[in-house]
Nanobody
Framework: QVQLVESGGGLVHTGGSLRLSCAAS????????MGWYRQAPGKQRDLVAT???????NYADSVKGRFSISRDNAKNMVYLQMNSLKPEDTAVYYC????????????????WGQGTQVTVSS
């Protein structure tokens, strides 16, 4: 089994900061890319940021310049530093691991965490 667990969500005021963490566990051989997605009530799940195994990053236009994604390949962890938070950032944030190869299978699969709530009050 492969499990992703997010942490670090919470309630902050506009302009505040939060740092989200995601730990992937299980018999993992490798993970190609990791990322963060978010979903507000009644809306679709959207990409926030991704980072490749080599460190190449990609950000949604709405968060560029405010959020920063990083990862620790040795620990199979990914982080999202969120600064200058706005009410529109309020959502459940989900961690994603893309192209995961386990020790028991050569098949690449994607995994999702359970999500962590981020609420930004005005």
């Amino acid at each position: 089994q492969v499990q992703l667990v997010e942490s670090g969500g919470g309630l902050v005021h506009t302009g505040g900061s939060l740092r989200l963490s995601c730990a992937a566990s299980g018999s993992i051989f490798s993970i190609n890319a990791m990322g963060w997605y978010r979903q507000a009530p009644g809306k679709q799940r959207d990409l926030v940021a991704t980072i490749s195994r080599g460190g190449s990053t990609n950000y949604a236009d709405s968060v560029k310049g405010r959020f920063s994604i990083s990862r620790d390949n040795a620990k199979n962890m990914v982080y999202l530093q969120m600064n200058s938070l706005k009410p529109e950032d309020t959502a459940v944030y989900y961690c994603n691991a893309n192209g995961v190869r386990t020790l028991s299978s050569l098949v690449l699969r994607d995994y999702w965490g359970q999500g962590t709530q981020v609420t930004v009050s005005s």
